[in-house]
């Protein structure tokens, strides 16, 4: 598999001898944090035209996604669009399925990132830590790390966990738990102490001038409902196996004492004075459900793989104090399951069973199988113009701006384990699930107006703790990263700060690429209201699956997998348009394996029926169930069951059609310029994207006229002025495909206007434009030389040497000269000297002269000649206002030959 990355060391060369300390990157976007939402960003970034770095702190992509955490938390499937849905979908390719998957090996899943990256030609630099940044005004400039790379960008994106860039470029955040005060929420704060099982806390049982065993905090916080700086716990997701071929032992750590762990003891004796017996999985919580007999395990009760405690100081920490941290959540878990491994203190079917696990060869395999990401769940959180509050998570408050959404249960662990009345507690967790999917705001991901105006921060986003405890999964920041990633490509293209980026815009672009913006469950089309599994308004309980038989709506469905009987059920929630009587239909995909069965209950305006369907027969066709009255609104539902069946369910698709008939409003379309920019050059072709709200359910026509300095069918392949969106299509794209001439021409523009039709109403963004650059070469002719000189090739062409200094034009060009003004002796011209023993030439290279080449050449007999690594070694000496300045030398000392040679070589690169 190819991996487009630097990886940076003491010594290791950027291609071709270029070494790594002290270069410069220039990019449109950079993303600092090479984390599932980092991954994301970039690629979206690229996708829309930009150039764009990614840096990762260590050797891997994908963050907690590839680290471990292989049972997602996906809350409701429907909810997770744009690319956070492709990447699941790509995982479902690796395993067979033609629907996303959600619960995956790590390794899988971080190929599945190399591969986006690579496709979208994003470079990737590794190993590289944030050391410094620089600003000028509000606007981030520049980011150095402790490899002395230098990355200047038009843009940055912070995807970490810890939002250490932000912080960096002093934009407003906080640490720890708001008091209930704050925001009014009745999750906020210090949580009452509470446990399940009573046991002691004291080296001396009973005893508290002892003091405290291991694994215990002092119990000196404030009351409940009074804010801190704490912050939940951490741990590994660890991928673990019982196969014997592929499993590795689970080595304590190095300063293992079972002391350390008395607590455990005392908490597993606890369990089984109270309930008789302990079994390994209310001790660790074994999530079997990752393929190929491996699974993510997670902490599970009061005592378990969370190291309770040790992640306070965490996030606002240095490297070196987070490395010891990391190292401390490792040893303890190490040690934790090894002492559920072998203390006798531990019962003997506990030990067995934990004997037969172990860490996974075939994962983490350049660290031994450990996971390479610790579980940050919760560090800084950004303080912008909008914090998401457990009033969003609860749907009792709503924004105007968002994009995307969360679904999943607002979930904090742990935050201390205490002493109190004699016995152990624990504090600050809770799990409450929220009604139904919600809204991020944009202004949740840009800093507050008055700070850094070119930054977006979409893990620490600006959140409370509890609101961040719903917001903090996986799914989530790539859904809050793509669109960061949309907003900045539009900022960096209309020369806009991050909090000035208009919403209408920003909206249409994400829904064209499959962000779901809202939770409104169908749209009323010619066909009455559908709504399929995966969307918006259909809510899954339980494991489902997806089919793998054809004849599904829209090509796919879900399955039992004829199992949790009564435990599993798919809701069916329409925002019905009007109230009314409506026929309710069901679409399944038949087979002899179904079940007869199937309870599927209708809830509306006069209570609910239960209608039982037979789904071996009748399949791949609009089933009519019954005939009754609905309310207008979220109300009414279908709910698919799977109590008292045998065989296998099906949940695909439901129908509500209207019995009286209705008018559909006609589809609304606009159109973004999604990447603006052309050029003759490769060409490198523009997108206009044309996107359409409303009904889907036919095709439509859409006619736009095209105007501006470029002609359609001369300056660029000719168009026809109408796109066909077809059925089921929310946006297509009109690609502007430059036609390269030679002609110095400067910059031209293509304006696209949308035209009026019966068939559609036209929003706000009915134009766009686009530019098309002359040819790099052309275009600096262009502003170089009068008309009268360019109509002479003896004075503007790429042999001409109009100023007489004996440098053609075209190196002229590529060294950033000056082609009117003559170079004499080191005056700008390539310079040759010995500089440390070694045969040395240093010039200028202009960065804007990308359809040049500019290569040294090394030779001993004037006819032989060689270039690049180890021959010759290459320097960047400075990086400024778009010229650099470049080293080259020869890798052996000028003493060790009789002759040396050098030479510049200009020639015309391939596009």
């Known amino acids: 598999m190819m991996r487009l990355a630097v990886r940076a060391g003491v010594g290791l060369a950027l291609a071709s001898g270029v070494r790594v300390a002290g270069a410069v990157i220039e990019s449109d976007l950079c993303v600092y944090g090479a984390t599932s939402g980092g991954v994301v960003a970039a690629v979206q970034g690229a996708r829309l035209g930009k150039s764009v770095v990614l840096i990762a702190q260590n050797d891997h992509v994908g ?103 932000m912080a960096a470029a002093g934009v407003s955040f906080t640490v ?12 906020a704060g210090v949580r009452p102490a509470t446990a399940s099982y009573d046991y002691d806390p004291y080296l001396v049982p009973g005893d508290p001038s002892s003091g405290l065993l291991p694994l215990l905090q002092p119990d000196t916080g ?104 990391w190292r401390q959540h490792e040893d303890y878990i190490r040690g934790f399951l090894h002492f559920l491994a072998t203390s006798p203190r531990v019962p003997a079917n506990v030990r067995a069973e934990m004997q037969t696990w172990g860490l996974c060869r075939d994962e983490f395999q350049d660290t031994g199988g450990w996971p390479h990401q610790l579980y940050v769940r919760e560090a800084r959180r950004m303080i912008s113009d909008y914090v998401m509050t457990q009033a969003n998570c609860q749907s009792q408050r709503f924004v105007p701006d968002s994009i995307g959404l969360a679904s999943y249960a607002m979930d904090s662990h742990s935050v201390q384990r205490v002493a109190r009345d004699g016995r152990v507690r624990v504090e600050g967790g809770f799990f409450v699930p929220v009604p139904q999917p919600f809204g991020i705001s944009y202004r949740s991901i840009v800093p507050r107006a008055g700070e850094c105006e070119n930054l977006w921060v979409t893990f620490a986003l600006s959140a409370s703790h509890v609101a961040f405890s719903s917001c903090r999964m996986e799914p989530v920041f790539m859904i809050t990263s793509q669109s960061a990633a949309t907003a900045a490509a539009f900022a960096i293209d209309d020369g806009l ?33 559908i709504l399929d599994e995966g969307e918006p308004g259909v809510a899954v309980t339980g494991s489902w699956v997806y089919g793998a038989n054809p004849g599904g709506w829209a090509g796919d469905y879900l399955h039992d997998q004829n199992s949790g009987k009564g435990a599993k059920a798919v809701r069916y929630a329409p925002n019905l348009p009007f109230s009314g009587v409506y026929d309710v239909y069901l679409w399944w995909v038949e087979h002899a394996n179904r079940a007869t069965n199937v309870p599927v209950d209708i809830i509306h305006a006069n209570g609910t029926n239960r209608v039982r369907v037979n789904q071996t027969i009748n399949g791949s066709r609009w089933v009519w169930l019954l005939r009754t009255n609905f309310l207008a609104g979220p109300g009414s539902a279908v709910v698919i069951g799977n109590e008292g069946t045998t065989g296998y369910v099906i949940a695909d698709a439901v129908r509500f059609m209207p019995a009286e008939p209705f008018t559909v409003p006609p589809p609304r379309v606009q159109v973004v310029a999604s990447d603006p920019q052309a050029g003759e050059w490769g060409p490198d072709q523009a997108r206009f994207t044309i996107v359409r709200e409303g009904d889907l359910s036919q095709p439509l026509t859409v006619r736009y006229s095209l105007s501006g300095h470029a002609s359609n069918g001369v300056d660029f392949q000719a168009l026809s002025g109408q796109l066909i969106l077809s059925a089921g299509v929310v946006a297509a794209p009109v690609l502007i495909q430059p036609l390269p001439d030679a002609l110095v021409e400067g910059d031209e523009t293509v304006t696209l206007t949308l035209q ?88 200028t290279r202009s960065k804007a002269a990308r359809d040049v080449t500019v290569q040294v050449e090394t030779s001993d007999d004037l006819v032989s000649w060689t270039t690049g690594w180890p021959a010759l070694e ?18 052996d000392p000028a003493q060790s030959k009789a002759h040396s040679f050098l030479r510049l070589r200009v020639a015309w690169a391939r596009p």
């Open 497 to 529: 700060a991050a909090q000035q980026v208009p919403y209408v815009k920003l909206a249409a672009q994400l829904r064209a690429d499959g962000q779901v913006l809202d939770w409104s469950g169908g749209l009323l089309t010619t066909n009455g209201v």
């Open 63 to 165: 963050g907690m996604s590839s680290g471990g955490l292989g049972v997602t938390d996906r809350g409701v499937a429907g909810s997770i669009g744009g690319l956070a849905r492709e990447f699941y979908l790509r995982v479902g390719q690796h395993y067979g399925s033609n629907g996303p998957v959600y619960f995956f090996e790590p390794h899988v899943a971080e190929a599945v990132f190399w591969r986006m990256l690579a496709e979208a030609g994003v470079p990737v630099y590794t190993n590289q830590q944030l050391a410094s940044v620089t600003m000028a005004g509000l606007r981030l400039t520049e980011l150095v790390t402790d490899k002395g790379l230098r990355f200047r960008a038009k843009a940055f994106l912070d995807t970490t966990y810890e939002g250490d860039l």
């Open 756 to 843: 009026p039709d019966a068939a559609y109403t036209i929003g706000p963004l009915n134009q766009a434009a686009a530019r098309i650059a002359d040819r790099p070469w052309d275009a600096w002719r262009w502003t170089r030389f009068s008309p009268q000189q360019l109509a002479d090739p003896q004075t503007s062409g790429p042999d001409a040497d109009p100023d007489s200094d004996g440098v053609s034009n075209l190196t002229e060009y590529a060294l950033g000269l000056d082609p009117l003004r003559a170079n004499r002796g080191s005056n700008g011209l390539p310079k040759a000297e010995f500089v440390h023993g070694h045969f040395t030439l240093t010039f």
């Open 176 to 187: 720890g738990r708001e008091g209930t005060n704050v925001y009014g929420e009745s999750l």
């Open 222 to 325: 404030p009351s409940p409902g009074q804010g801190d700086h704490r912050v939940q716990a951490y741990n590994f997701r660890l991928c673990l196996t019982q196969n014997p071929t592929n499993r590795l032992p689970i080595a304590p750590p190095a300063n293992y004492s079972e002391q350390q762990y008395e607590l455990v003891a005392r908490y597993i004796e606890a369990r089984l004075a109270r309930d008789g017996a302990v079994s390994l999985g209310q001790l660790i919580h074994l999530q079997t459900q990752i393929p190929n007999g491996k699974t993510d395990i997670n902490a599970n009760g009061e005592l378990s793989t969370d190291y309770v405690g040790g992640s306070w100081t965490y996030p606002t920490n240095s490297p070196a104090g987070r490395a010891v941290l």
């Open 874 to 891: 290459e320097n960047v000496l400075s990086d400024e206002a778009g010229l650099q300045t470049i080293q080259v030398r020869q890798g």
